[in-house]
């Protein structure tokens, strides 16, 4: 398996793992938080697809999905274009109300979609490209591409963790 592969098969896994933790949840179960200030499904399904489009798409020189596409208008939330959750406050969790379960899922698509096709044109030696020099070491490409993947494992896991308890209670 190579970069690309192992790339692919990792976004990929993300990918799924939104699909499964939003299937079969309404705007309540999206919105529902285990206490007043734990973070939702919606919320954590809509930073992680918002990180991960403004990653990738920013070391693609690619418009991110949220604004190419009209998603940003779809979801009506209320922050700037550029807002990707991090920093969120309780009430700023709470405003990402989203009705309908496949806006979350249509929008992880679209991204998974512009990820997989920038990383299918990547090569062994774009990995080791410095992409961000404000960082001590630099950031390569590489590094943003796993940063980017261990940060929405990270929240697809936290919203499948919250899913089981919403549906044991």
């Known amino acids: 398996m190579g970069s690309v ?3 692919t098969d990792a976004f990929g896994r993300v990918r799924d793992i939104v ?22 499904i919606g919320w954590l399904v809509w930073h992680l697809t918002r990180v991960q489009d403004d990653h990738v798409a920013d070391v693609a020189g690619r418009e991110q ?13 209320p922050f700037p274009s550029g807002d990707i959750g ?5 009430a700023d969790v709470a405003a ?10 249509g929008y992880h698509e679209a991204v998974h979609e512009q990820t997989v096709d920038y990383v ?6 774009d990995l ?11 950031t390569t490409l590489g590094v943003r591409l796993v940063s980017v ?6 929240h697809a896991g936290q919203a499948e963790f919250v899913r089981g308890i919403l549906l044991r209670r």
């Open 5 to 7: 592969e192992l790339l």
């Open 19 to 40: 699909r499964d933790v939003v299937e079969g949840l309404d705007a309540d179960a999206l919105a529902a938080r285990l206490d007043a200030d734990a973070n939702s």
């Open 65 to 77: 999905r949220w604004t190419a596409d009209g998603w940003m208008e779809r979801f009506g939330l």
């Open 86 to 90: 991090y920093g969120h406050s309780s």
């Open 96 to 105: 990402v109300r989203v009705t309908d379960p496949d806006l979350l899922v």
């Open 120 to 125: 299918g044109g990547i090569t062994d030696a």
């Open 128 to 138: 080791d490209v410095v992409v961000d020099d404000s960082w001590d070491p630099p």
């Open 149 to 154: 993947i261990g940060d929405t494992m990270q």
